[in-house]
């Protein structure tokens, strides 16, 4: 979606060209590759936080909202839409963007109706590269250390984002900071849990959040097959964890399984590992940090996990499925459960024709003695964010309009263009009002799917299922029943070197030693070493650096 490819062969040297050549840019020349020295914001006077001020004029939440983090539910679609962005953002320029996409490729330039359409409705040209997403962060990595930088770019962690971030982006601090957001009223409404998760580089503020529900992941089933087993509870902690197995066990044989499990995300550990009472990823005791590999709680999680994998309730060829193959799977009825986020809950609703009905099962009691918990979210897409090229005042200043206008919230005929496309184009209305995907929207190439603005900056994410008032009510329950006795980790927001420099590592090392020990390549009497390994690669380092960080952001 280039006006021109005078640099394609460059970036293609710097590993950073894609395959989707024809929705790329060209580049314009940035700073030098240096890193940015000391992200941490310890010993430096810290930016306050933008005002949070959360939009008036749109419709009333069937289900309202909680200050907790419970998304407001709506079980109908707004009929009388209002405006937003009452002046167009931009003064006809051009402007660069890179974002990931899970979609298909979208169409070029002169036949993509969407990209004309949002180009419009801004004011501004848009010359957008849009990279697969199991790509992203490869092609992230090639860009921080090229030199180059668009002017708007999603950001996902990856090593050393946060030198990159100080170093060669524009520091938004007294365009965002406090009150002034208030020059941006749609971002003025994304709550201030999503920006804490973006966090401080050094004090100052650099990132704009991407908006998700804190609610974080969740066993999510068919209802039919989990009602039948007596799995599905009115309470946390209404079933115990050995009657909970053996419904799983029923539902488990002759080619079916009660749990999907694929190549990522070690087996769902992220659902279960709460219900033994884990705190969530970093906790603070007694003014230290500390990781959830080194506690009780998280061995004993491990330990059941251990055993539903004796027992097959989780498939012995688990490590060879694709998130692709795993949804199939769940929709075909191969599998009767998956561990995933709120999103996934609402696309699996609205892609269900009458098969089954999709549900989340509450925690169940443990073995341990412990509360179950429940794991919340940093409250952002991927823990991430979009950062800004610098620039003179007056450019910021039209970027932030442009991205103000990306987050038009729910209600607003903007929000319905930035998730909809156009009327009678990208979607059509059904008897009840809802507005329902056209063909060319959902595998032409040409709609927000394939094109999905929406990662540089959206509104908070509606509850809301097209013709599903039920389905909304189900996931609200289930908020209402989680979110106060949930945990978000100690770490979100905060940067250190020592822990920004070794996290993927230390992930990927975690996520190795849970697939070992769950599929017997190693023994639970192992697991000692692996916290060891963990400190020796960093985490030491990183518990420490965090706990200061910590203690700095206490004190703001």
């Not at 933008?50 to 998304?71: E, F, I, N, R």
């Not at 950001?155 to 984002?161: D, K, L, S, W, Y």
């Amino acid at each position: 979606m280039s006006s021109g490819l005078s640099r394609r062969s460059v970036l293609q040297a710097a590993g950073i060209g894609t395959a989707l050549a024809a929705t790329g840019f060209s580049l314009t020349a940035c700073s030098s590759g240096k890193t940015g020295g000391d992200v941490g914001s310890a010993g430096k006077s810290l930016a306050p936080f933008p005002t949070y001020v959360p939009w008036t004029m749109g419709p009333t939440p069937d289900l309202p909202a909680t200050d907790k983090g419970v998304q407001a539910g709506y079980k109908k679609y707004p009929g009388n839409l209002v405006e937003a962005v009452p002046e167009k953002p931009g003064d006809g320029s051009k402007i660069t963007i890179w974002f990931s996409s899970w979609n298909t490729t979208p169409l070029p330039r002169g036949k993509n109706q969407f990209l004309k359409a949002i180009e419009e409705a801004l004011g501004v040209e848009l010359d957008i590269t849009v990279i697969p997403a199991m790509e992203y962060d490869k092609k992230l990595t090639s860009l921080m250390a090229s030199g180059e930088m668009p002017d708007l770019l999603q950001i996902v962690p990856a090593a050393n984002e946060s030198q990159f971030v100080l170093a060669r982006c524009q520091e938004l601090t007294d365009f965002i900071s406090g009150d002034n957001i208030k020059k941006y009223p749609n971002l003025a409404n994304i709550p201030t849990y999503a920006w804490t998760t973006a966090g401080r580089f050094a004090g100052k503020l650099f990132g704009v959040p991407i908006e998700r529900p804190i609610v974080g992941h969740q066993h999510i089933v068919n209802q039919e097959k989990f009602k039948a087993a007596g799995l599905l509870v009115p309470e946390v902690g209404g079933i115990g964890v050995d009657e909970f197995t053996e419904g799983l066990q029923q539902l488990t044989g002759k080619g079916k399984f009660a749990i999907g499990a694929e190549t990522g995300g070690a087996f769902g550990f992220n659902a279960w590992m709460p219900h033994f009472g884990t705190p969530n990823l970093w906790s603070v005791k007694d003014g230290a940090f500390v990781n959830y590999l080194e506690t009780d709680e998280f061995q004993a999680g491990l330990e059941q996990m251990v055993r539903w994998q004796q027992a097959g309730i989780f498939r012995s060829d688990a490590l060879t499925i694709d998130g692709q193959q795993a949804k199939t799977e769940f929709l075909g009825q191969k599998v009767y459960s998956r561990v995933n986020s709120t999103i996934d809950y609402v696309n699996v609703a609205k892609q269900l024709k009458g098969q089954f009905t999709v549900d989340i099962a509450l925690p169940f009691k443990p073995s341990n003695g412990a509360s179950p918990t429940h794991w919340l979210g940093g409250g952002t897409y991927g823990n991430g964010y979009t950062v800004v090229k610098k620039a003179p005042k007056a450019r910021i200043e039209l970027l932030l309009r442009v991205m103000n206008a990306l987050a038009a919230p729910f209600g607003s005929k903007e929000w319905e263009l930035f998730n909809y496309g156009v009327e009678n184009v990208h979607f059509k209305r059904n008897a009840g009002g809802d507005p329902v995907p056209t063909e060319l929207a959902l595998s032409g190439g040409d709609g927000p799917d394939s094109l999905p603005i929406k990662y540089i900056a959206a509104a908070p994410v509606p509850l809301y299922v097209a013709g599903q008032p039920e389905a909304v009510q189900r996931q609200y329950d289930f908020q209402q029943k989680v979110i106060p006795i949930g945990v978000r980790s100690a770490e979100l927001g905060l940067r250190a070197n020592a822990w920004t420099e070794s996290a993927r590592g230390l992930e990927k090392q975690r996520e190795d030693a849970m697939k070992d020990i769950i599929t017997g390549r190693k023994k639970l009497s192992d697991w000692p070493k692996v916290i060891e390994e963990f400190k020796r690669k960093g985490g030491a380092k990183a518990a420490e650096a965090l706990a200061k960080e910590h203690e700095a952001a206490q004190k703001a």
